[in-house]
């Protein structure tokens, strides 16, 4: 039995696509870990941000966000449980997924586990004829804050036509892994540099590092979001599901005492919080 076929033994709901905002959907995220960790079901799951959202890597400084224009523009600012870079989410041109399982279940590995959970989001880019893979060449940071403009890693980043069109990250936590990642389906790079302060980079060198889905292929949103649920389904034979009123109710209190929290939000690297 392979590692997919592994998955699919198991019990998994899928949560088709789910429209909130980015507090909520990162709290959501984490309460499906401990539902996972505790012998709940696992979860695959593709999600909307709405509003707009700007989050930011665990680590990330609160100065290189443009807090001012943000608020002007109705972008909401959250902060991820994974590292990396700022990513601007926009409500049409981003589509965001996550797969929860327990850690036991999973390979021990990063890079093996980035890997085999990362199978069914190349699979539904394929299938809407995107020709997509990991980066195999380095690619040099243009301005480290944001995410797509650092470095690319062949464990986590997804290129088509040499352009970056998928990142992922995964974070463990009580017994659990969360993975979750952000394809572009359409590019606004100037909003995506807008949200940050700090950098001279320009749209059209934002353009050459970062292609959208809707550049390669003449899919509709839908469509993909249609697909890519498919493909999660698929990947883990995953049931019919939806969040229990006992898991709202834990990530709207996750999301008050932390993911709107500026104690989270605007913390510092180095802080405990």
């Given at each position: 039995?392979?590692?997919?076929?592994?998955?699919?033994?198991?019990?998994?709901?899928?949560?088709?696509?789910?429209?909130?905002?980015?507090?909520?959907?990162m709290a959501l995220d984490e309460v499906a870990g401990e539902t996972a960790a505790t012998g709940g079901p696992r979860t695959v799951r593709v999600y909307r941000w709405d509003p707009s959202c700007l989050s930011l890597g665990y680590g990330q400084r609160p100065e290189t966000v443009d807090w001012d224009y943000c608020e002007f523009e109705g972008i909401d600012v959250t902060r991820r449980p994974t590292g990396g870079g700022g990513i601007y989410h926009d409500n049409y041109g981003d589509v965001a997924y996550s797969i929860i399982a327990p850690k036991a279940e999973l390979p021990g590995d990063l890079i093996d586990c980035y890997h085999l959970l990362c199978t069914p989001i190349l699979d539904a880019l394929r299938s809407v004829g995107v020709d997509v893979d990991f980066v195999e060449d380095d690619v040099p940071v243009i301005w480290h804050p944001a995410c797509y403009l650092r470095a690319l890693h062949p464990a986590h980043d997804m290129v088509a036509e040499g352009r970056k069109i998928a990142g992922n990250a995964q974070y463990?936590?009580?017994?659990?892994?969360?993975?979750?990642?952000?394809?572009?389906?359409?590019?606004?790079?100037?909003?995506?540099?807008?949200?940050?302060?700090?950098?001279?980079?320009?749209?059209?060198?934002?353009?050459?590092?970062?292609v959208g889905i809707d550049e390669l292929t003449d899919v509709s949103r839908a469509e993909f979001v249609e697909a890519l649920t498919d493909s999660l389904v698929e990947f883990v034979d995953a049931n019919e599901g939806s969040w229990t009123e006992e898991e709202l109710t834990r990530a709207s209190e996750r999301v008050e005492e932390k993911y709107e929290s500026a104690d989270w939000v605007r913390r510092r690297p180095g802080s405990k919080r």
């Amino acid at each position: 039995m392979n590692d997919s076929e592994a998955l699919a033994d198991r019990e998994w709901r899928v949560v088709r696509e789910d429209t909130r905002p980015g507090a909520m959907q990162m709290a959501l995220d984490e309460v499906a870990g401990e539902t996972a960790a505790t012998g709940g079901p696992r979860t695959v799951r593709v999600y909307r941000w709405d509003p707009s959202c700007l989050s930011l890597g665990y680590g990330q400084r609160p100065e290189t966000v443009d807090w001012d224009y943000c608020e002007f523009e109705g972008i909401d600012v959250t902060r991820r449980p994974t590292g990396g870079g700022g990513i601007y989410h926009d409500n049409y041109g981003d589509v965001a997924y996550s797969i929860i399982a327990p850690k036991a279940e999973l390979p021990g590995d990063l890079i093996d586990c980035y890997h085999l959970l990362c199978t069914p989001i190349l699979d539904a880019l394929r299938s809407v004829g995107v020709d997509v893979d990991f980066v195999e060449d380095d690619v040099p940071v243009i301005w480290h804050p944001a995410c797509y403009l650092r470095a690319l890693h062949p464990a986590h980043d997804m290129v088509a036509e040499g352009r970056k069109i998928a990142g992922n990250a995964q974070y463990r936590r009580r017994d659990a892994v969360v993975q979750h990642g952000s394809i572009t389906y359409s590019v606004d790079a100037e909003t995506h540099l807008s949200v940050f302060d700090g950098h001279d980079v320009t749209p059209e060198e934002f353009r050459e590092r970062v292609v959208g889905i809707d550049e390669l292929t003449d899919v509709s949103r839908a469509e993909f979001v249609e697909a890519l649920t498919d493909s999660l389904v698929e990947f883990v034979d995953a049931n019919e599901g939806s969040w229990t009123e006992e898991e709202l109710t834990r990530a709207s209190e996750r999301v008050e005492e932390k993911y709107e929290s500026a104690d989270w939000v605007r913390r510092r690297p180095g802080s405990k919080r």
